[in-house]
């Protein structure tokens, strides 16, 4: 087993230029705008929609898969940003990161967000080279059309770089337990009780290992619009977000717990989210659907194994 010898925080890396997608894929129509069109349709989706979901999701978790088994000690981010955009680009879907809309900073210039260590969320693939202990989560959404609707399937899981005895057990833990934290905040999405249900049972089990729970990302609505306008907090926000969970319902689960603080700070590059006190972090997210009999995940595989593992 490892000892705790972390490599030195992070430093924003050299960005690489922008890769393309070819025209006869359909783009999100927030790409190259300002700012990403506000949702006003429903969040009940019908069967057509629904279809749809569970093409780009398969997708979308098809993807992260690939980009996981890239995981390795001297591969550099956007190495697997190429991973990735290739798949999805190659399978007709487009990556809905890449031109995504900042609020006054540049747009999101890669087709996924790679977050190493202290990064709580919307790392930059870069020159940065993963190095033999490092935690990273892959996150990333394929926009794909089927039968005349275009959809979102949003995905991500940690990956420990140069496997489990890479890691420090610490690290180790927090990622299986956010790992299982992120699966029982599904398991409460039942039809009838309230959104805010899903972050109770995930602050619960984080509190009971001390971890810090970030507040300030959500989990969001997602269909024909990546983030529509449920938010699903992974904190207890009750009486807050009482929406009542309802079958036809999709959206994502995808917190994030840290080794210590529960706060973070920005970059320059307006993008990427670290912990104020530089402790390390995890996440796993699912797109899931809300069925009369549960919560249903999208965001499996084509060989029925996620990253993070099954319900
Ligand atoms: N996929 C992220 C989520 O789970 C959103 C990334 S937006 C980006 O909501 F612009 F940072 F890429
Ligand atoms: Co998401
Ligand atoms: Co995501």
């Known amino acids: 087993m490892a000892t705790t010898t972390q490599r030195p925080p992070l430093r924003p890396g050299r960005v690489s230029p922008r890769r393309s997608v070819p025209p006869h894929i359909r783009r999100p129509e927030y790409v190259d705008r300002p700012r990403a069109a506000r949702w006003t ?25 690939a980009v996981g088994r890239a995981v390795a000690p001297g591969v550099t981010t956007e190495e697997l940003d190429a991973v990735g955009h290739d798949y999805l680009v190659e399978r007709g879907a487009y990556p809905s990161t890449l031109g995504y809309p900042g609020h006054g900073s540049p747009a999101f210039p890669k087709s996924l967000c790679t977050s190493v260590n202290e990064v709580v969320c919307h790392g930059i693939p870069d020159d940065t080279v993963l190095l033999d202990g490092d935690i990273v989560n892959v996150d990333i959404t394929a926009y794909l059309e089927t039968d005349g609707i275009a959809v979102h399937g949003d995905t991500n899981a940690t990956f420990l770089v140069g496997g489990e005895d890479a890691v420090s057990e610490d690290v180790r833990l927090l990622v299986e337990r956010t790992r299982e934290a992120t699966l029982r905040g599904i398991r409460a999405a039942q039809p009838g009780r309230r959104l805010n249900v899903v972050g109770r ?21 997602i269909g024909e619009a990546f983030h529509s306008g449920i938010v699903v907090p992974h904190y207890d926000a009750a009486p807050e977000h009482d929406t009542v969970i309802e079958p036809g319902m999709t959206f994502t689960v995808e917190p994030m717990l840290t080794l210590g603080a529960s706060e973070h700070r920005m970059w320059d590059d307006g993008w990427t989210a670290v912990t104020v006190d530089g402790s390390w972090t995890a996440q796993f997210e699912h797109t899931v659907l809300v069925t009369e009999h549960g919560p249903e995940l999208l965001t499996v595989p084509s060989d029925g194994n996620p990253p993070g593992g099954l319900l």
């Open 41 to 65: 349709g429903g969040e009940v989706k019908d069967a057509a929609t629904v279809a749809a979901m569970r093409r780009a999701c398969t997708l979308a978790a098809d993807a992260l898969q």
């Open 201 to 221: 049972v995930i602050e619960k089990y984080a509190t009971r290992f001390g971890y810090g729970d970030v507040a300030a990302f959500t989990g969001h609505g």
